[in-house]
T-cell receptor
C-alpha cells in the first residue's frame, strides 16, 4: 500500500531564512508526487507536482521541491520564507502501478510557522 | 473558470440524523473525490467518482455514500450521524481520464459538519 510520511508536525523558521518541509513516500511502482498548502478555514491549494523528468520542480509562490528516488523523498523548499507562508502543508503521492488505483494518499501535514 | 464549490459551508446536526453535502467541480472536470479532515486523523480519502461511477473507495463504513450526476456534480450522504463524524469534508475535482495520470486535484473550501 502506498503511504506518505511527514516526520515533522511543525517547522519554525525566521522570515528571510530558507525553509524545508520534509516528505518521504512509499509506493510499489513509480510515484506522482504533490504538495498542497492549506490556510485556516480553507481548502487545499495545489503548489507543485513531480511527474517525470527534472528532479527539481518549481511551483507557486516561490516554492520548489526535489525528487530523490534513492531516498524516496520529495522535500519542499523555499529560499526565503515569508510570514504569509505560515500554513499547513501536505505532501501527497499517487502510485502509477495498476494495482493501486488512482487514489491520492496524503501525509499528516506539517505546520509551518514563520516568525517576523 | 470558477473553482470547486461546496454547499453548505457549515452544518450542524444531531446524532442519528442524516446529511447530504454537495460539490460542483470545475467545468470540464469529470473526477470528483471526497475527503474527511479531522485534527486527529488528518485527511482521509472517502471515495472518488468518475463519469458517474465510483472508481475508488476508502475505508469508511457504509453509512458514508456518494453519487455523481451526469453534469459531474457530486453529493455525499452520511446516515445515522455519530459524534465522530464531526469534520471538515473536502471535495476535490480533477480533469480525470480513464487511465492513471499525474493530474492535480483542485479542492473546494469544504463543508464544516458539527454533530451534537
Amino acid at each position: 500500500a502506498q503511504s506518505v510520511a511527514q516526520p515533522e508536525d511543525q517547522v519554525n523558521v525566521a522570515e528571510g531564512n530558507p525553509l524545508t518541509v520534509k516528505c518521504t513516500y512509499s509506493v510499489s511502482g513509480n510515484p506522482y508526487l504533490f504538495w498542497y498548502v492549506q490556510y485556516p478555514n480553507r481548502g487545499l491549494q495545489f503548489l507543485l507536482k513531480y511527474i517525470t523528468g527534472d528532479n527539481l520542480v518549481k511551483g507557486s509562490y516561490g516554492f520548489e521541491a526535489e525528487f530523490n528516488k534513492s531516498q524516496t523523498s520529495f522535500h519542499l523548499k523555499k529560499p526565503s520564507a515569508l510570514v504569509s507562508d505560515s500554513a499547513l502543508y501536505f505532501c501527497a503521492v499517487r502510485d502509477r502501478a495498476k494495482s493501486s488505483g488512482d487514489k491520492l494518499t496524503f501525509g499528516t501535514g506539517t505546520r509551518l510557522a514563520v516568525r517576523p | 473558470k470558477a473553482g470547486v464549490t461546496q454547499t453548505p459551508r457549515y452544518l450542524i446536526k444531531t446524532r442519528g440524523q442524516q446529511v447530504t453535502l454537495s460539490c460542483s467541480p470545475i467545468s470540464g472536470h469529470r473526477s470528483v473525490s471526497w475527503y474527511q479532515q479531522t485534527p486527529g486523523q488528518g485527511l482521509q480519502f472517502l471515495f472518488e467518482y468518475f463519469s458517474e461511477t465510483q472508481r475508488n473507495k476508502g475505508n469508511f463504513p457504509g453509512r458514508f455514500s456518494g453519487r455523481q450526476f451526469s453534469n459531474s456534480r457530486s453529493e455525499m450522504n452520511v446516515s445515522t450521524l455519530e459524534l465522530g463524524d464531526s469534520a471538515l469534508y473536502l471535495c476535490a475535482s480533477e480533469v480525470g481520464t480513464s487511465g492513471r495520470t499525474g493530474n492535480e486535484q483542485f479542492f473546494g473550501p469544504g463543508t464544516r459538519l458539527t454533530v451534537l
